[in-house]
Structure formats: structure tokens, C-alpha cells
């Protein structure tokens, strides 16, 4: 008999290793190789060498781990709140004690330099906890002598969690911790380049989790649309390309699942002429450039006032001469290589439009083409805003500059995109910043910082960047039905 969640938790402390040298589907708690020896592999995009082989599962897989899960919800959403808490809590630990191992693991499949893909170990872990440890009390909305009325928060049942490639133990643990703590058992589909290792860590899971209620299956492109469109599964928590998320809306609105979607961004920021620039250029060159601007939140577009804009150029362009490309295992590595071949490729179109259109590149411009998928950081200099680099989301390291004069302008063109994810401001004089900030359309917009996240605080993105909202107290209540509960006093 598998032991329960209470039991399991109690002998956290002797948490078993994994091997991380061979690659399962997990469902019902077990390891399930490949039908019929059927796999595929992901490839290392620093050596274009295959990784090992993983499951390609199938139909019935999916069906057996929708069964499991469905099962499994029945006693897991009677499970409490804090017994729910205190297994996450024993898994974030678990997590934190192999964190090298991941994070090995982690270079090899995306590509990330390894101090980036530790402190991914690390966030994820401050994610797990810092979303275990919300509280989703009943709200008291009316208490009088005739009634009383409560608004609960009750589980949706199975959640399809679909994981995008560039952030996939962070992200994976985004959507495991709030769907697991507000009752839900949750199926974690990784993406097709990035496998590893969040079949590993679903497989750390089943140490704290009674069976059925953390499932991983690796699949190639069919295993989404047929995750998206199963009867059994109540809800898709999606994070990855707008145009991928519309596909994903339309494929569940069959079976009326509740979906959150967050989707791609092209986040401006908008530079003023009061800051310090020794010290903001390089900020700005470095939020632009992490993991190889293959971020959502990235800095995409970056308008910069016409006073100060030939000197925050040259000192963003001195800085971005010092950013080191190559194997993220090597020492120093700040921009390892695009994580695909596909992704490669659609970065590559946006050099070859800079090159057919003759715009200026102030520093990069070159694709070195030794073993992996690497391109060097490239800053553009003063492109229309009507040209492809400004208007649309590279997902690489590729970044456009412009310069601005008047407030309402330089506003009106930040906003003037589809996308809505993310956005900042950056200023010495803060009524001027906070102005600013408020008339951007985005759903996360930050003064002298970007992409500072948390996991006590919602995230989502306005227009085509997203529907819905992960993380934070609202976050949770996207992984339950809200029930109003109305108690007579008198018959």
C-alpha cells in the first residue's frame, strides 16, 4: 500500500536520491517507461549532442494518468490546508538538498549558464514556499440576525499544467504549489526540449505526494492538444507564446476548462533623463540580455531620452562588450545559447531584417556558429517603430533602442503594441516615474527595477500577454470554483 501523505511527510528527513541518468513517465505514483520502447531525446543547444532518451507517451497513458488523477482528487481535496502546506513544504526541502544534481541537469537540456540554472533551483524552492505558506480563507460577506453569507474557494479537480523550455523547474513549481494547496492534483506536461528535468522532479514529488496527485508525461506536439481537450481535466495553467496560447483557449473552451494563460511579452522601458547613467546602462543592458533574452519579461524595447541617449548608448554598449557567450558550464558564461534550433532560427530572421533594412547595430550582430546555438547580445540603434525588431517579441538577444523627448509621446509608443506582460520606468525623480508608470498598459510594472517577481504577489499580463493571473492570493483562487454559501438562521 502506498503511504499516505501524513506518513511520507514524517520521513522527509531520509529523502531518497534520485538517478538522474535515466528519464520515467510518472503516473499513479509509479515510473512508467515508454510504450513500446517508444522515446525520443532533447538536445544539449551548447553541443547540438542528444540528451538520453525519454517516453513519448501516448493516448492511453494520458487517459491512465487522468484516471489516477481524478481518483486521487476525491481524497485529496479532504486532505487540510495544512497537511497540503506541510507536504509542499518537505518537497521545496527535498528540491533544495539536490539542487546541484538540477541544476546540472538544468545546463545540460536548456542551456543556461550554471550559476543561472542554481539560482533557478533556488527560486523555485522560494516558490514552492512562498506559495505554500498563502492562506484562501472564507470571506464573511454578510453576518446578521436573518443570515450569514460565505464565500469559499473550493479545488477544480484535475489541472493540465503545460510548461514552456525556458524556465521549466521555476515554472513547473509555479503551477505544482497552488494547484496542489487549494485541493487540485495536477498533470505536469514539460515541454518537448526541456523534459529532464521536470520529470525529475515530479519523480521527487511522489515522496510527498499520495499517488495520483503530482503526474509527469513527456510527449512530442501531440500530448498538448490532447491534454487541452480531455474531457477529465478541468483546467490548463499555460505558460508559453501568445500564439500558442490561443490555440490552447480554443482547443479547451470544447470542454469549457478554466484556463490561465501567460503569454509572451514585448516589455518597454522607458529610460529618463535624471538617472545615473554608469549605473542604470548597465542594469538596463543586463535585464534585456538574461538567459539570452529567452524571458518573457526580458527588456524588449527601450526608449531613452534624447539628452542623455548617445551617452547611455556607448556606456550600454561598453557593458554588453563584456557579457561572455558560450557552454554554460564554462567559468564567466553570461549568455549561453539559444535553447532550439526552431527558436534559433526565428531569432535569426530578426538579424537578417536588420540586415535587409540597413539599420545601424551599435554592438553584436554575430552568430557564432561553433557546436551550439549561440548569438552574440546585439543592441540596435534607432529603429522605426514600425519595424519588425520593435514591433514584435524577438525571444532572443536582440534588443532595439530609441530615443524619446515628450512624456505623452514616449508613452503612447510603449504602449502602442498588442502585448501587455510586463514594463518600467526608470527615474531619479520619482512623481515623474510613478506618472509614468501608471498610464502603461501592462500587468506588471515596475520603477528602477524589472522583472522583480514574487510569489506573494499575482502575475499576469493585460491584452494579448495573458488571461487570469498565477501566483499570490489571487493566483489561487484561478485553481478553484468560488462558491457563495448561504446560511439561514431561521426557517
Known amino acids: 500500500m502506498a503511504p499516505s501523505a501524513t506518513s511520507t511527510n514524517d520521513h522527509a528527513n531520509s529523502t531518497t536520491k534520485l538517478d538522474f541518468t535515466t528519464f520515467s513517465n510518472v503516473i499513479n505514483g509509479k515510473l512508467v517507461p515508454a510504450s513500446d520502447d517508444a522515446t525520443r531525446h532533447g538536445i544539449n543547444p551548447a553541443t547540438k549532442k542528444a540528451n538520453p532518451p525519454v517516453p513519448v507517451a501516448t493516448k492511453q497513458d494520458l487517459d491512465t494518468a487522468v484516471e489516477a488523477g481524478r481518483v ?18 518537505k518537497f521545496a526541502d527535498a528540491l533544495k538538498a539536490q539542487q546541484e544534481e538540477f541544476a546540472k541537469l538544468l545546463t545540460m537540456e536548456q542551456g543556461k549558464p550554471l550559476m543561472f540554472a542554481r539560482n533557478e533551483i533556488d527560486t523555485a524552492v522560494v516558490w514552492l514556499k512562498g506559495l505554500a505558506n498563502l492562506d484562501l480563507p472564507e470571506e464573511v460577506i454578510e453576518d446578521n440576525e436573518d443570515r450569514k453569507v460565505i464565500i469559499r474557494y473550493t479545488p477544480l479537480g484535475v ?10 523547474v521555476q515554472l513547473a513549481c509555479g503551477k505544482i504549489a497552488p494547484s496542489v494547496l487549494t485541493g487540485n492534483v495536477i498533470i505536469v506536461k514539460p515541454s518537448p526540449f526541456t523534459p529532464y528535468c521536470d520529470l525529475k522532479l515530479v519523480e521527487l514529488a511522489q515522496q510527498f505526494f499520495p499517488p495520483g496527485v503530482v503526474q509527469c508525461l513527456s510527449g512530442n506536439d501531440d500530448l498538448g492538444p490532447w491534454i487541452t481537450s480531455h474531457p477529465g481535466i478541468d483546467k490548463i495553467s499555460f505558460t508559453g507564446s501568445t500564439f ?20 509572451g511579452g514585448n516589455d518597454p522601458a522607458i529610460v529618463c533623463k535624471s538617472v545615473d547613467i554608469a549605473t542604470v546602462a548597465p542594469k538596463i543592458a543586463t535585464l534585456g540580455f538574461l538567459n539570452s533574452g529567452q524571458i518573457c519579461l526580458c527588456v524588449k524595447r527601450i526608449y531613452i531620452h534624447k539628452d542623455i541617449y548617445n551617452e547611455f548608448r556607448d556606456a550600454m554598449v561598453e557593458y554588453t562588450k563584456t557579457l561572455k557567450v558560450g557552454d554554460g558550464t564554462e567559468d564567466g558564461v553570461f549568455l549561453g545559447p539559444v535553447q532550439n534550433e526552431m527558436q534559433y532560427g526565428k531569432v535569426k530572421a530578426f538579424f537578417d531584417d536588420v540586415e535587409k533594412n540597413g539599420m545601424k547595430v551599435a554592438v553584436g550582430g554575430a552568430f557564432k556558429e561553433s557546436g551550439g546555438y549561440f548569438i552574440q547580445p546585439t543592441i540596435i540603434d534607432g529603429p522605426e517603430d514600425s519595424s519588425k525588431i520593435v514591433q514584435e517579441e524577438p525571444f532572443g538577444p536582440i534588443v532595439p533602442i530609441m530615443q524619446w523627448s515628450d512624456e505623452d509621446d514616449v508613452i503612447a509608443r510603449a504602449n502602442d503594441t498588442k502585448m501587455g506582460l510586463g514594463a518600467s520606468v526608470w527615474s531619479s525623480d520619482l512623481d515623474e516615474a510613478a506618472r509614468i508608470a501608471k498610464q502603461l498598459e501592462a500587468g506588471s510594472v515596475w520603477v528602477n527595477a524589472h522583472i522583480e517577481v514574487s510569489p506573494i504577489v499575482p502575475f499576469g499580463g493585460h491584452k494579448h500577454s495573458g488571461i487570469g493571473s498565477e501566483w499570490g492570493s489571487s493566483g489561487l483562487k484561478h485553481f478553484c470554483n468560488s462558491q457563495s454559501l448561504y446560511l439561514k438562521k431561521k426557517v
Open 72 to 89: 486521487a482528487f476525491k481524497k485529496w481535496a479532504k486532505t487540510s490546508v495544512q497537511e497540503r502546506r506541510d507536504a509542499l513544504l
Open 159 to 168: 489541472v493540465g499544467a503545460i510548461v514552456p523550455w525556458n524556465f521549466p
Open 244 to 263: 500558442t496560447g490561443k490555440k490552447v483557449m480554443e482547443s479547451a473552451s470544447k470542454t469549457l476548462k478554466r484556463v490561465t494563460l501567460e503569454l
